[in-house]
């Protein structure tokens, strides 16, 4: 577990005119610890508890502040609760005597615990990538206490090669020595987003060490099953989309997809698909956005996510 920042509203207010965000006002949300399956998990809590809870799961390598910009324009409408998943941010990771357990099975029995650690009636669950994939398995489980889904450019069916890209994106940058040098490869690897807004992410994402910076990500990798070739990873892999699937036709919530324009995970064929399979999705896409919409385009997502919520909240 890392320390999270106390001090970062005037990066945040950078990062937001950077990108001409105009929200109603700059706050920081309260940073809030709990202990759950071995795991101390810290989150943010943005206030007004009185509205419509909307709990956020962000992607694989980002943490709970990749939602900040948005949040900032969602928190006057919705009691917005944003979680660091295991092993991200400033929450712990894996137990050794876990290690050996799927990750995504401990990853939906984290959501199921955190939900029931807040205890909210009634939700609204919104992952982005790897929290899209742990919120559609968590609608398909757990549904009583939830009022809508949002799943944030991700489907069963994804383009491995821009998976492929980011990974080698954060292997390229494991450790550098000056924090800037993140800034300039986070400029080079998204181009469309303005370095100010990039810095306010990565303040939140990196952690010092002795020869420099490195993500605060885990990063130890699960070790593939000694003789196991490349068909048989394959393999895996289409067993693995083809649960994620049924799970995402077995969902009855009313579902809003959000797919970037320009992402390279997620393809019109495929979100068409996924959303084609559901009993009620409505499927949005946003211009301009790549696999990380929150933070390409936050203000587009905030008005699709609050149209399709007060249509199906009344509010």
Known sequence: MTTALTDYLDDMRA???????????????????????????????????????LVLLHGGSLTAHT??????????????????????????????????????????????????????????????SMGGMNSIRYAARHPARLDALVVVDIAPV???????????FRQDTETMSKFEDFIERAVHFNPQRKPAHLKYSLLHSLKPVDDGWTWKQDHRRRVVPEGMTKEQQQEARELRSGALAKDVESIQTPTLLLRGSISKIL????????????????????????????????????????????ERLGG
């Open 158 to 168: 994804t383009m491995r090669a821009g998976i492929v890209e980011m990974e080698q």
């Open 15 to 53: 990062g937001a005119e950077a990108i001409e965000l105009n929200p109603p006002a700059y706050v920081t949300p309260e940073d809030r610890w709990v202990e759950l399956n071995g795991v101390s998990f810290h989150y943010l809590d943005w206030g007004n508890a009185h509205l419509p809870h």
């Open 267 to 310: 393809s019109e064929e495929a979100a068409d698909a996924m959303a084609a399979s559901m009993a009620d999705c409505t499927h949005v896409v946003i211009e301009g956005a790549g696999h990380s919409v929150q933070g390409d385009q936050p203000a587009a997502m905030v008005a699709a996510i609050d149209a399709f919520l007060s």
């Open 67 to 128: 939602w900040d910009m948005a949040s900032l324009l969602l928190r006057d409408r919705y009691h917005v609760v944003a979680l660091d998943q295991r092993g991200h941010g400033d929450t712990g990771w894996t137990p050794d005597d876990q290690l050996d357990q799927d990750n995504g099975d401990l990853m939906l029995e984290d959501t199921r615990a955190f939900i029931e650690h807040l205890g909210y009636d009634h939700l609204t669950l919104c992952g982005m």
